[in-house]
């Protein structure tokens, strides 16, 4: 789906949220804690919310939500981000868009 | 000519028939939950409202395709004014539906609210008759079910790790080769890694079962978190157990500790964004209406990512695990599994012998 796709691709830290979903909010309190701020767009308050759910499972996640691209690459779901977080890989993917730095 | 008006007819009758049709088969769903005094009025109600409903419209329809028989009916527009009913009908059908819904979801809650004021009678001895088998109350039998076979397999799951730590335990203590060491690591391993499965099954039928750590001990659920440990805190107690370690493992332990540390803690104010949510749902309307409110629905909604929270704390704990695995060496592997596993018997000891120390009295 175009719209998704191009979000996506945008620079930085994008992550694809819903305004009712605490995990997404998860999410953002780490990156937080990682000194990025990630562009978010929920998914709920579009008005092509659907198509783009859709989409998004159709990239391969799990949930719809909480989706997160580094770059214009997806990363996936809280379960990819702790994975790599915890491996070392998420902060050397992140540094280039750290806008606070710890 | 005949046959256009008949064709009238039985689209009518085929756009009523449906809607119909449809509360035919919610009924059949319906019954399948035990009370039928419930369901009965509910169903007469929107039925008889159905079926009044598409009376007068089929009427209606009939008295205006009679008096349009009379021109050269052009295809076209007959197809045009069926799909128009047929568009109607649906939409009428789908306005009934959501108001059946609406009904089920009130009359379900006062279902689940009168089994459980049942299964806290019947415990306190106050119900007598044996009339209601739990196998028959679907909604807590199958959920008690899935709790039974958890607390049967958790059972049979610490039997099996406590032979584990022994054959660790002998195993250090004499000279074994790294690769049979490595073997009893990997087991060690998997193990855990089976537990989180069997939780991950349970949380789908009680997620509150899986918050309270029912099936550990009252000293194991002191420490819980997000039903379980905290990953970083057993880092804590278990990397001293370890030593000694090379620089390059201190520093990759000590990012792993940080790493995970982050993460609970996002996960910890994901949970209370959630406890909030919950709260502000079921109070979101003026109260004093009585409980049996759309509010009580709207927050269990809310209440489903609780099993998310679950999987990712549990998600936590199982990459912790294996990232310690690729930090540490095979010995030092079965030396944390060894002492992560005389840990938690310790906590266990400890909760038996506080049940049972003598208390002053009051």
């Given amino acids: 789906m175009d719209k998704v796709t191009r979000l996506a691709s945008e620079k930085g830290v994008v992550l694809f949220s819903k305004s009712s979903c605490c995990l997404c909010y998860a999410v953002t309190i780490l990156f937080q804690e990682l000194g990025v701020t990630p562009t978010i767009h929920e998914i709920d308050q579009d008005p092509e919310g659907r198509e783009m759910e859709k989409a998004l499972m159709r990239l391969g996640c799990n949930a719809p939500v909480p989706a997160i691209f580094v770059g214009g690459r997806l990363v996936g779901s809280m379960n990819e981000v702790m994975s790599l977080h915890l491996s070392g890989g998420l902060v050397p993917l992140l540094k280039p868009y750290q806008t606070v730095l710890n | 000519m005949d046959f256009p008006s008949t064709q009238f007819v039985s689209s009518q009758t085929m756009a009523t028939y449906e809607p119909i049709h449809q509360i035919g088969m919610w009924g059949e769903n319906f019954k399948s939950i035990s009370n039928p005094n419930i369901s009965a009025s509910v169903i007469v109600d929107v039925v008889n409202k159905l079926e009044n409903e598409s009376e007068t419209t089929s009427h209606e329809m009939l008295a205006s395709s009679s008096k349009h028989d009379q021109e050269a009916s052009k295809p076209f527009d007959k197809i045009q004014r069926r799909l128009a009913q047929n568009r109607e009908a649906a939409r009428k059908s789908r306005l009934r539906k959501k108001a059946y819904v609406q009904q089920l979801e009130n009359s379900r809650l006062k279902l689940i609210q009168l089994e459980q004021e049942l299964e806290r009678s019947r415990q306190q001895g106050l119900y007598v008759g044996g009339g209601l088998d739990t196998g028959h109350l679907g909604i807590s039998g199958a959920v008690n079910s899935g709790i039974a076979a958890f607390e049967l397999g958790y059972e049979r799951w610490m039997e099996e790790r406590n032979k584990q730590i022994c054959e660790l335990r002998s195993a250090l203590n004499a000279q074994i080769s790294d690769i049979e060491l490595r073997i009893l690591v990997e087991s060690g391993m998997s193990h855990y890694f089976e537990l989180f499965r069997m939780k991950s099954s349970v949380a789908k039928a009680d997620v509150f079962y899986v918050m309270s750590g029912k099936w550990k001990t009252s000293a194991e659920r002191f420490f819980s978190w997000i039903g379980g440990f905290r990953p970083s805190e057993l880092l804590k107690v278990l990397v001293p157990q370890i030593d000694p370690l090379t620089d390059q493992q201190i520093l990759d332990v000590c990012n792993l500790k940080q ?62 695990l294996q990232q310690m695995s690729y930090i540490l060496t095979t010995r030092q592997a079965a030396r944390g599994l060894l002492a992560l596993g005389e840990y938690i018997q310790r906590l266990q000891a400890l909760s038996t012998l506080w049940a049972n120390h003598p208390r002053k009295p009051a």
């Fill in chain 2, 259 to 320: 790493s995970c540390q982050q993460a609970e803690d996002a996960l910890s104010q994901g949970m209370e964004k959630l406890r909030e949510t919950v709260s502000a749902t079921l109070a979101s309307d003026q109260m004093g209406q009585g409980i049996y409110v759309p509010q009580v629905a709207m927050a269990m909604e809310k209440l489903e990512a609780l099993v998310r929270f679950v999987n990712q704390a549990d998600h936590l704990r199982q990459q912790t």
